[in-house]
């Protein structure tokens, strides 16, 4: 069943960043954008442009894929000029939708951290997102109004052991969304903020170990239950629509009052037998 359109992003240009399968919570943010009238580009990394199924998705919206490492900023300079190019103008909305841990796919436990591995965790999950506001601001890039978005997850403020280094990198990534959305408020009128998403059956997220209890655990403690990904991604659509305008620098939960729910009845049902 299609999503109803209301037209959000009727003549918005945006830059889409990890959409990898049908999991991705990127892949949902660009449905609805096209139903919501964006054009768009979308990038990955080149290696993961080769797993995924991109172009399924790039015929489905009418857009062209253009391959980045967004840790690199010539990657990201080719980005910014070839999307404005293609699209015919400044960029509205950016979803940056990056994240991988080395440490994780590797089973490293935290107090045993690889230390080049953490370098690439911070570099790809979470500075990426600087290298993309700096390399935007650069080029001028980016038309007022517009809207910068990142996924985090409430690892960033509290432990959830399992998460390992990518909860430092999601602290650095909101920390970098306060940052730098003060930048670009105050020279281009842009508003930057990061989503706090439910845990999220995506393929980052299943690489985290003990995932499956994560999720059955964030559902019992939230009066909502879990937010899914098209949830997610129809509050992504609202961040870069003009009903937010004046929404900026903030780390905003989509999580079903997980992140205001000291303990809920179901689970303390299950201590109780």
């Known amino acids: ?33 096209h139903e919501e009238g964006a054009t768009f580009t979308l ?10 199924e991109i172009n399924n998705l790039a015929e489905k919206c009418n857009a062209q894929v253009i391959p980045a490492d ?6 990201l300079e080719n980005l910014f000029s070839q999307s404005m190019e293609i699209l015919g103008g400044k960029i ?24 080049d591995f953490f370098h690439k ?25 517009g809207s910068v978005v990142a996924l985090s997850y409430i690892a960033a403020q509290r432990v959830f052991p399992d998460y390992n280094d990518m909860a430092d990198a999601k602290s650095l990534l909101e920390s970098i969304g306060r ?7 105050v020279s281009k ?40 990904a098209i949830d997610c991604a129809n509050y992504c659509i609202t961040m870069f629509s003009d009903l937010t305008k004046y929404v900026t620098m903030q780390n905003l939960f989509h999580d079903g ?3 205001n729910t000291g303990v809920s009845q179901k689970v303390i049902d299950r201590f109780n037998g």
């Open 179 to 185: 940052s730098f959305g003060y930048q670009l408020g």
């Open 121 to 145: 965790t911070l570099d790809i999950s979470a500075l990426s997102f600087h290298k993309t506001m700096q390399t935007a601001l650069k080029l001028d890039a980016l038309n007022e109004w």
């Open 43 to 52: 990038t990955n990394a080149p290696i993961a442009l080769r797993m995924g």
């Open 70 to 75: 967004a840790t690199s900023l010539e990657d």
């Open 1 to 33: 069943m299609s999503n109803p359109s209301f037209n959000l992003l009727k003549g918005k240009r945006g830059i889409i960043f990890g959409a990898l399968n049908e999991q991705s919570i990127a892949w949902k943010v660009a449905e609805r954008a």
């Open 92 to 115: 509205d909305f950016v979803l940056h939708s990056i994240g991988m841990s080395p440490n994780v796919r590797k089973g490293k436990h935290y107090t045993d951290t690889n230390y």
């Open 189 to 228: 009128k842009v508003r930057v903020n990061t989503i706090s998403q439910s845990p999220t059956m995506t393929t980052a997220g299943s690489g985290v170990k003990g995932f499956d209890g994560f999720i059955s655990y964030a559902d019992e403690m939230s009066p909502l239950g879990n937010a899914g």
């Open 257 to 259: 009052g997980f992140s």
